[in-house]
């Protein structure tokens, strides 16, 4: 059974730095590309970022190149997502996902809530 | 960037009606389309993949079509625990873009 938990989300004050993780349990985790979608409060979906398999193949949203770097340990079956310079129009759910083959995704985590507030 | 709108932003609908939901992507996208149901404070659960695919357990009265611009997800005879956020995602190679969803309320 597919199971994706994701972990690190809090208050952060803006311009500071916020790492997210996600376990990854029941799958080949190394086999898979994986995800990180946000919502903002009342909004709506907005992918941010996913890496392939090997770590190798790596896409940002452009709202958050330069900023966020999204990177795995599969020995671990872990994925991360580190955030620097944090604005407030970063305040969201994160999500991670398991792609299906590079397209969508079949399974989500519960997410986790990041706040950007002074 | 492609860009991908949906309407209605919000349909009313009772139990039992039949219910289409309309996204219309920026420029041609051939069937790289999914649908995604939503529920407040819950992750999106994929419901069609390759614009008209049901994706395993999900019930056949959820349907898909379209092709390259305009796309449509269709609920025949809605039921109560379909009343959720829906939104559409297109998918490539290097980003992936949802529509701003669309919101099933009850009538």
């Known amino acids: 059974q597919v199971h994706l938990v994701e972990s690190g989300g809090g208050l952060v004050k803006p311009g500071r730095s916020l790492t997210l993780s996600c376990a990854a349990s029941g799958f080949n985790f190394g086999d898979h590309y994986m995800s990180w979608i946000r919502q903002a409060p009342g909004k709506g979906l907005e992918w941010v970022s996913h890496?392939?398999?090997?770590?190798?193949?790596?896409y940002y949203a452009d709202s958050v190149k330069g900023r966020f770097t999204i990177s795995r340990d599969n020995a671990k079956n872990s994925l991360y997502l580190e955030m620097n310079s944090l604005r407030a129009n970063d305040t969201a759910v994160y999500y991670c996902?398991?792609?299906?083959?590079?397209?969508?995704?079949?399974?989500w985590g519960q997410g986790a809530l990041v706040t950007v507030s002074s | 960037d492609i860009q991908m709108t949906q309407s209605p932003s919000t349909l009313s609908a009772s139990v039992g009606d039949r219910v289409t939901i309309t996204c219309r992507a920026s420029q041609s996208i051939s069937t790289w389309l999914a649908w995604y149901q939503q529920k407040p404070g819950k992750a999106p659960k994929l419901l069609i993949y390759?614009?008209?695919t049901l994706e395993n357990g999900v019930p056949s009265r959820f349907g898909g079509s379209g092709s390259e611009t305009e796309f449509t997800l269709t609920i025949n005879s809605l039921q109560p625990d379909d009343f959720a956020t829906y939104y559409c995602?297109?998918?490539?190679?290097?980003?992936?873009?949802f529509g701003q969803g669309t919101k099933v309320e009850i009538k």
């Open positions: 996902a398991r792609d299906v083959g590079a397209t969508t995704w079949d399974h």
């Open positions: 390759k614009a008209s």
């Open positions: 890496i392939s398999g090997s770590g190798l193949t790596i």
């Open positions: 995602q297109h998918y490539d190679t290097n980003f992936r873009t």
